[in-house]
Nanobody, 121 residues
Framework: QVQLVESGGGLVQAGGSLRLSCAAS????????AGWFRQAPGREREFVAA????????IYADSVNGRFTISRDNAKKVVNLQMKSLKPEDTAVYYC??????????????WGQGTQVTVSS
């Protein structure tokens, strides 16, 4: 059974930092691209960041580039999202996903349940 479990969400003031983690129980973790997406109330789920299977290549949405850093540990089957200089507009439910390289939702076939991030002004 494939499971992705996110943790690390919470309430933080604007300008603060949070570190999200996603623990995977999928056998093909080290072969998969790992991504983070987010969904704010009333909005569509959107791409945040992705990292390739080896951890060498990462891409970011323009809105988070320079503030967020994605990383992974294949031995532990964990992918992290370090978020700094958080803004109220970063408030959303953040989802971890595994799939193939890309920024589209359709590229990812395994999803976590999500973790809430709330940034207060």
């Amino acid at each position: 059974q494939v499971q992705l479990v996110e943790s690390g969400g919470g309430l933080v003031q604007a300008g603060g930092s949070l570190r999200l983690s996603c623990a995977a129980s999928v056998r093909t973790f080290s072969d998969s691209t790992a991504g983070w997406f987010r969904q704010a109330p009333g909005r569509e789920r959107e791409f945040v960041a992705a990292i390739n299977w080896s951890g060498v290549t990462a891409i970011y949405a323009d809105s988070v580039n320079g503030r967020f850093t994605i990383s992974r540990d294949n031995a532990k089957k964990v992918v992290n999202l370090q978020m700094k200089s958080l803004k109220p507009e970063d408030t959303a439910v953040y989802y971890c996903a595994l799939g193939v390289w890309g920024t589209q939702l359709s590229a990812y076939h395994y999803w976590g349940q999500g973790t809430q991030v709330t940034v207060s002004s």
